[in-house]
């Protein structure tokens, strides 16, 4: 079944890049059909949707205009994983962030998510 | 703020049948399917109910989704102990290139 492993640094600090990855086992990052997601949980913002990237005959990325000057996200198809950057972190980037597929085939749905990484920006 | 509004808070005792209300907009839910994923403390969210009214596989038929307009409601029937957990209702939003949108969230306490 298909599975996703997050892994990353749990505290960064202020004005620093935050960077996880999210590795893909039982699907491929090169799907014509699915979506590659971060998303973050806080007490503050509740679920907010960062971003995507995808493969539709080439590489695409879309990004949520609340973090889009900051943010990157990667596909690497050598590991079967993709990857989030987050630049210029400030506390308020503080949250637990979730890699998810949205498995596409008209579905609409985020299906697999990963298991959430807690990211503390603090000196 | 949550783009999607959900009531904070519901409750309901063993064997009863309680709902969750999610409510939405023209470029959300008016437009396009709804998702509910059910929350346990410490895990990431669960996908309970896609496509407004489908369950994925494993989902037991006491979990139920409907769709109305600008609105969706998840109800579970037979309510159990273990349904106490946060409950999310989730949409696409066609807003500028697209995003997904979730509600703020309603907390289950089984009584």
């Known amino acids: 079944q298909v599975q996703l492993q997050q892994s990353g640094p749990g505290l960064v600090k202020p004005s620093q890049t935050l960077s996880l990855t999210c590795v893909i086992s039982?699907?491929?990052?090169?799907?014509?059909?699915?979506?590659w997601n971060w998303i973050r949980q806080s007490p503050s913002r509740g679920l907010e949707w960062l971003g995507r990237t995808y493969y539709r005959s080439k590489w695409d990325s879309h990004y949520a205009g609340s973090v889009r000057s900051r943010i990157t996200i990667t596909p690497d198809t050598s590991k079967n994983q993709f990857s989030l950057q987050l630049n210029s972190v400030t506390p308020e980037d503080t949250a637990v962030y979730y890699c998810?597929?949205?498995?596409?085939?008209?579905?609409?749905?985020?299906?697999?998510w990963g298991q959430g990484t807690m990211v503390t920006v603090s000196s | 703020q949550s783009v999607l509004t959900q009531p904070p808070s519901a409750s309901g005792t063993p064997g009863q049948r309680v709902t969750i209300s999610c409510s939405g907009s023209?470029?959300?839910?008016?437009?396009?399917?709804v998702n509910w994923y059910q929350q346990l403390p410490g895990t990431a969210p669960k996908l309970l109910i896609y496509?407004?009214?489908q369950r994925p596989s494993g989902v037991p038929d006491r979990f139920s989704g409907s769709k109305s307009g600008t609105s969706a409601s998840l109800a579970i029937s037979g309510l159990q102990s273990d349904d106490e957990a946060d409950y999310y209702c989730a949409a696409w939003d066609d807003s500028l290139n697209g995003l997904w949108v979730f509600g703020g969230g309603t907390k289950l306490t089984v009584l």
């Open positions: 023209n470029s959300n839910i008016g437009i396009n399917t």
């Open positions: 998810a597929r949205d498995d596409g085939r008209g579905l609409v749905r985020l299906d697999i």
């Open positions: 496509r407004n009214n």
């Open positions: 039982g699907d491929s990052v090169s799907s014509n059909s699915a979506t």
